[in-house]
């Protein structure tokens, strides 16, 4: 019985001492002294302004959310639509309703205002935000006109 089960031993036994060697190795040929230039911040050739901790607003992980959801609704919308005249009504019927789940998370989020990159509302601002201010009822904000931005 424990003859079935010797392949799976031998290759996780061998799969440790190969991933065990390789950071050996690493340890003793890399070089240990990198240097100032090496361990300095890389920011796209710009020159460090901030701290490296300096914490992102939560409108990326937001955005990439919203974007990751619609995502994977194209992934599975593509493979359906190829094999469509297979499938038949109720695989139509079935893609109607997730596509109307989905278009009920959108107005929701449209609604919520999670799609708007700016929000004027900003009792919190720091830095360059923190000169903006909502403008008043029939005022124009400048650099803007009627039609949006110039």
Request: proline content about 5%; charged content about 20%.
């Amino acid at each position: 019985m424990y003859n079935d089960f010797a392949p799976i031993l031998i290759f996780s036994v061998l799969s440790i001492v190969l991933i065990l060697f390789a950071l050996f190795l690493q340890r003793i040929l890399a070089p240990t002294d990198k240097g100032a230039l090496k361990n300095s911040i890389y920011e796209c050739g710009e020159e460090v302004v901030v701290n490296a901790r300096l914490q992102f607003n939560i409108r990326f992980y937001v955005v990439a959310l919203i974007f990751l959801i619609f995502d994977v609704e194209l992934v599975l919308l593509f493979p359906w639509a190829v094999v469509f005249k297979d499938l038949g009504l109720v695989a139509f019927v079935e893609m109607l309703i997730f596509l109307g789940i989905l278009t009920v998370g959108l107005v929701a989020v449209w609604r919520r205002g999670d799609l708007d990159w700016v929000k004027m509302e900003l009792p919190y601002a720091q830095g360059r935000y923190k000169s903006l201010e909502r403008p008043v009822a029939g005022e124009t904000v400048p650099g803007t006109t009627v039609d949006g931005p110039e």
